[in-house]
T-cell receptor
Framework: DAGVTQSPTHLIKTRGQHVTLRCSPI?????VSWYQQVLGQGPQFIFQ???????GRGNFPDRFSARQFPNYSSELNVNALLLGDSALYLC???????????FGPGTRLLVL | GENVEQHPSTLSVQEGDSAVIKCTYS??????FPWYKQELGKRPQLIID?????GEKKDQRIAVTLNKTAKHFSLHITETQPEDSAVYFC???????????FGKGTRLSVIA
């Protein structure tokens, strides 16, 4: 049984560019959440989607957006990248809400 | 909003000794408390969780206790082994449609 998958695993961008990160949840899971983890810190909540609807948004600027597709996979988009956006971006899936979230391997983004 | 404080930030124990990590939370409505283990360069992995209707939960060498009155919960690892070395994160959330709020993590080193 496959776990949460994310792509790409690593990404290098320059300031001002945009990036799209992808996530496929565990089969049967309908909720996807995105977190940003800066080195040495705990994950910070960005978005939660359930049944293709946004159910929560963290304290991140409008440069961050996301969506969930009919197959429950999800994309996180970040526009106008800043150096401070360098982080590990984690996707977590759960069956129907925030409980018992299982994390993917993450996408490590470096902004130069 | 919810705020989760985690202590200590680093912890070194001798192999075979016990390790205890403590977290406090601010929102009395929080009722789900998971613990994640994150090894270097890897995803956070759920190791144990507890819900507010339970005071203690054990899984082999790992146990979690919850004191709702004091709004704190703790992770106990007994008979520590070198492979327990990792960063441990506590988190809290309400039941539905709210994100996990993480502590800043505890770096546990088990010295052989």
């Amino acid at each position: 049984d496959a776990g949460v998958t994310q792509s790409p695993t690593h990404l290098i961008k320059t300031r001002g560019q945009h990036v799209t990160l992808r996530c496929s949840p565990i089969s049967g899971h309908k909720s996807v959440s995105w977190y940003q983890q800066v080195l040495g810190q705990g994950p910070q909540f960005i978005f939660q989607y359930y049944e293709k609807e946004e159910r929560g948004r963290g304290n991140f600027p409008d440069r961050f957006s996301a969506r969930q597709f009919p197959n429950y996979s999800s994309e996180l988009n970040v526009n106008a990248l800043l150096l401070g956006d360098s982080a590990l971006y984690l996707c977590a899936s759960s069956f129907g809400g925030p409980e018992t979230q299982y994390f993917g391997p993450g996408t490590r983004l470096l902004v130069l | 909003g919810e705020n989760v404080e985690q202590h200590p930030s680093t912890l070194s124990v001798q192999e075979g000794d016990s390790a205890v990590i403590k977290c406090t939370y601010s929102d009395s409505a929080s009722n789900y408390f998971p613990w994640y283990k994150q090894e270097l360069g890897k995803r956070p992995q759920l190791i144990i969780d507890i819900r507010s209707n339970v005071g203690e939960k054990k899984d082999q060498r790992i146990a979690v206790t919850l004191n709702k009155t004091a709004k704190h919960f703790s992770l106990h690892i007994t008979e520590t082994q070198p492979e327990d070395s990792a960063v441990y994160f506590c988190a809290a959330s309400k039941r539905r449609n709210t994100p996990l709020v993480f502590g800043k993590g505890t770096r546990l080193s088990v010295i052989a």
